[in-house]
């Protein structure tokens, strides 16, 4: 079993950054592959970002490329979303999932273990 919390949402101007953070607790972290996901009101939640469990490979969804960066650090037991240049559209309730699977990323179906979401608002 694996225990996520998320933290690190907030309300933010747009053009400004947020960090979001997700620790781990329970079985090996480095056993698991990582991932951001979205959910905006009304819509179906959806991919944001995904790291290997090595770190040595990340995913992103096209509309966060170069805004987003996937981290994780495997001591702290943490994996983190670092979030620039934010926009109205990004506003989103943010889960992190952690997944056995080291391929095919992007499909939330892969994944086995969820956090409870942390919202982030982008004011226009």
């Known amino acids: 079993q694996v225990q996520l919390v998320e933290s690190g949402g907030g309300l933010v101007q747009a053009g400004g950054s947020l960090r979001l953070s997700c620790t781990a607790s329970g079985r090996s972290f480095s056993t698991y592959a990582m991932g951001w996901f979205r959910q905006a009101p009304g819509k179906e939640r959806e991919f944001v970002a995904a790291i290997s469990r090595s770190g040595g490979r990340t995913y992103y969804i096209d509309s966060v490329k170069g805004r987003f960066t996937i981290s994780r650090d495997s001591a702290e037991k943490t994996v983190y979303l670092q979030m620039n240049s934010l926009k109205p559209e990004d506003t989103a309730v943010f889960y992190c999932?952690?997944?056995?699977?080291?391929?095919?990323?992007?499909?939330?179906?892969?994944?086995?273990?969820w956090g409870q979401g942390t919202q982030v608002t982008v004011s226009s």
């Open positions: 999932a952690a997944t056995a699977e080291e391929y095919g990323l992007e499909n939330q179906w892969k994944y086995n273990y």
